[in-house]
């Protein structure tokens, strides 16, 4: 009985949004996941030995437009990150709720090929503290900026995309992420 339920109500959603959709005009909802690479830039004393570490995403994106379109998304992002700190090592692993909002253009806008480029704010949450920042100077909330590039073939999506925070995770060690991904996407509406 719950899974009849449940379909019933995914069913409703379903067709609400594509009628909707015929209503709002041109807009898109997908889901995506993909791989990153995350460095944790600093030019603190005593930092050294850094290395960026391979880590994943995965989200949901919506694009309302045309030629010109908004993109927001809600990610989550999960990476590490390696480095020598006064003598010590350290493998922080940090994951966040991420939330780009970019403004973009497609250069190439056919029915079944688009390239596309967008760029905006970019806000993370922070959603753990791994030991090396509890030093109290950890910053749960961060903001940056996204630069993205995409491949829409289809209903299929291909994102390259660089993310730098312009925040410090951490004023002690002055840290900010460096986070370059590249994502699958599939677009549902």
Same mark, same amino acid.
Request: charged share 20%.
């Given at each position: 009985?719950?899974?009849?339920?449940?379909?019933?109500?995914?069913?409703?959603?379903?067709?609400?949004?594509?009628?909707?959709?015929?209503?709002?005009?041109?807009?898109?909802?997908? #889901?995506?996941?993909?791989?990153? $690479?995350?460095?944790?830039?600093? +030019?603190?004393?005593?930092?050294? @030995?850094? *290395?960026?570490?391979?880590?994943?995403?995965?989200?949901?994106?919506?694009?309302?437009?045309?030629?010109?379109?908004?993109?927001?998304?809600?990610?989550?992002?999960?990476?590490?990150?390696?480095?020598?700190?006064?003598?010590?090592?350290?493998?922080?692993?940090?994951?966040?709720?991420?939330?780009?909002?970019?403004?973009?253009?497609?250069?190439?806008?056919?029915?079944?090929?688009?390239?596309?480029?967008? #760029?905006?704010?970019?806000?993370? $949450?922070?959603?753990?503290?791994? +030991?090396?920042?509890?030093?109290? @100077?950890? *910053?749960?909330?961060?903001?940056?900026?996204?630069?993205?590039?995409?491949?829409?073939?289809?209903?299929?999506?291909?994102?390259?995309?660089?993310?730098?925070?312009?925040?410090?995770?951490?004023?002690?060690?002055?840290?900010?992420?460096?986070?370059?991904?590249?994502?699958?996407?599939?677009?549902?509406?």
């Amino acid at each position: 009985m719950k899974l009849f339920k449940l379909l019933a109500i995914i069913a409703i959603i379903v067709t609400s949004a594509s009628s909707t959709k015929a209503q709002v005009g041109d807009w898109t909802i997908g #889901l995506k996941a993909g791989a990153n $690479y995350a460095n944790l830039h600093s +030019d603190a004393q005593g930092l050294n @030995d850094k *290395k960026g570490k391979v880590g994943f995403t995965a989200g949901a994106f919506a694009r309302i437009g045309q030629t010109v379109f908004f993109q927001p998304e809600l990610n989550f992002v999960h990476f590490s990150n390696e480095f020598q700190y006064n003598g010590q090592r350290h493998n922080p692993k940090l994951s966040q709720l991420n939330v780009p909002l970019m403004l973009g253009y497609k250069l190439l806008d056919q029915e079944a090929l688009a390239l596309r480029v967008s #760029l905006g704010p970019d806000f993370s $949450y922070n959603l753990n503290e791994p +030991d090396v920042f509890k030093s109290g @100077d950890f *910053k749960k909330f961060n903001i940056g900026g996204v630069f993205n590039v995409g491949v829409d073939i289809g209903n299929i999506t291909l994102d390259a995309r660089y993310s730098r925070s312009f925040t410090d995770l951490d004023k002690r060690l002055g840290q900010k992420t460096g986070i370059y991904s590249l994502a699958v996407g599939f677009k549902i509406f």
